[in-house]
């Protein structure tokens, strides 16, 4: 067992594809194909399930990713330490994200600051939302960006982003003819998709049905990604909502999550730990991020100081 296996790993658990895994890591598919299967002989176990159709992960699979995430994470905080050693003159942001996140939206976001900040480099990474707030407080990052992050006295935040929820109708957008715009209270009659709680949507989604006292139907099966929820929506497994930066096809295409009347949107933010210790780039840098917020604000509702949604109308808080 290594650490390019294990990478690949959870690359194909991502994407739902030995393809495009490649292609992200810059291998060939046989590359890919032929390290897992040499780890699977090693374990003797499979940890994909292959199909002409899909590629998931086996019962063993699924009981080992959240492992395999935990190891590559902890090897990245070895690798992130030892660089600031080796070069301490070199000023770091360490930024991670929800898998909800937009992340080159938010990258392009950022890339202006750090151009006009001699040396500075940021450092991103990918992280479960259960795990963000412990790597703030553990310092082994500097801002995370998300959605429900916890209201805590030790933290600041700001709204980075909006973004429309969209609904995926079950057997695929190309044989749905209903309306551009999918009610709440319609939705709550369709079995629901959720990939794992490794973003804050299921649970946010949750919260907004339970706010407006509506049923929640939940397939009992979760996908890792938000490809293979597509995939499933599409053969007809159940319907799904999905923020429309993480749609792959044309998010245009499928209908707006509306209640009463208006669309329901959710909050990117991000959050730091508030303190007059932390490096001075760092504070310059929290500091613009609250610029770039005041922009998102003033198109939008400000959210409650004690909020615990991030579901918004375009009018207000869902209540």
Same mark, same amino acid.
């Given at each position: ?96 994200? %929800? ?88 939705? %709550? ?14 649970? !946010? ?33 159940? !319907?799904?909502?999905?923020? @429309? ?23 990117? @933010? ?20 609250? @610029? ?7 198109? !939008? ?19």
């Amino acid at each position: 067992m290594n650490l390019i296996q294990l990478r690949y790993v959870k690359a194909v658990a991502s994407t739902g594809s030995f393809s495009m895994s490649a292609r992200l890591c810059g291998v060939s598919q046989p590359t890919v194909s032929n390290a897992i299967s040499d780890l699977e002989s090693e374990l003797g176990l499979k940890l994909f399930r292959r199909s002409t159709r899909c590629v998931e992960l086996t019962p063993f699979g699924n009981s080992v990713i959240g492992q395999i995430d935990s190891i590559l994470s902890l090897v990245e905080d070895i690798e992130q330490e030892a660089e600031a050693r080796a070069r301490p003159e070199q000023k770091l942001i360490r930024i991670a994200f %929800s898998p909800v996140v937009d992340g080159p939206r938010l990258m392009s976001m950022f890339e202006p600051f750090r151009e006009g900040f001699a040396g500075l480099s940021f450092i991103y990474k990918e992280c479960p939302v259960t795990e963000l707030e412990g790597r703030l407080e553990q310092d082994k990052l500097d801002v995370v960006c998300g959605i429900r992050i916890h209201e805590l006295p030790t933290l600041s935040r700001c709204i980075l982003y909006w973004d429309v929820l969209r609904f995926l109708p079950r057997g695929g957008i190309e044989n749905y003819n209903g309306p551009r715009t999918v009610s709440l209270r319609d939705v %709550s009659e369709e079995t629901l998709i959720f990939t794992v709680d490794a973003c804050g949507l299921a649970p !946010a989604t949750r919260d907004l049905f339970r706010r407006h006292r509506l049923r929640l139907r939940e397939y009992p099966g979760n996908p890792l990604s938000y490809l293979v929820l597509e995939e499933w929506s599409r053969e007809g497994i159940g !319907a799904a909502l999905l923020p @429309e930066s993480r749609i792959s096809a044309d998010p245009e295409a499928y209908p707006i999550l509306v209640c009463d009347n208006r669309p329901v949107t959710i909050a990117i @933010e991000a959050v730091w730990v508030r303190t007059r210790g932390a490096p001075q780039h760092v504070r310059d840098f929290s500091a613009y991020l609250k @610029e770039k917020s005041s922009d998102c604000l003033s198109v !939008a509702c400000t959210t409650p100081s004690n909020s615990t949604t991030n579901f918004k109308q375009t009018s207000g808080l869902i209540a």
